[in-house]
């Protein structure tokens, strides 16, 4: 599956749009992972725990996402857009929603 934030793949005709395709992730963050999130707020340095919670959700996402394209028959995907958001009681869980168009080229 080719994937492409682009609304085109360069050197490859888009012959047919299967539609708008979707991956959703919601990942809960623990409140250890907040404290020592928060510490390093205070002291300076990256948020690792935070960091791979992330990139684990955005790969969730868009597993899903070629999952529901593979299942239309699409061969890509192309204008993907992430959005990132915190929902839940004080913002403790993250969401992950992908989007894109399935293609066939």
């Known amino acids: ?3 492409s ?5 360069e050197g490859h005709t888009i012959r047919e749009y299967k539609g708008i395709v979707t991956g959703e992730t919601i990942i809960g963050a623990n ?9 390093r707020d205070i002291v300076g340095g ?4 935070y960091e791979k919670v992330l990139s684990e959700a955005k ?3 868009m597993q899903e996402m ?4 593979q299942a239309l028959g699409a061969n890509a995907i ?10 839940g009681a004080k913002g403790s869980m993250l ?6 168009t399935a293609v066939v080229i």
């Open 46 to 49: 990256r948020a690792g725990a």
């Open 31 to 39: 409140m250890f992972k907040d404290l020592f999130a928060g510490i």
């Open 78 to 87: 192309v204008g993907i857009d992430i959005d990132y958001e915190t929902v």
């Open 59 to 61: 790969d969730a996402s």
């Open 95 to 100: 969401m992950v929603a992908t989007s894109g």
């Open 66 to 69: 070629m999952q529901r394209a």
């Open 1 to 3: 599956m080719i994937l």
């Open 5 to 9: 934030t682009t609304p085109q793949i």
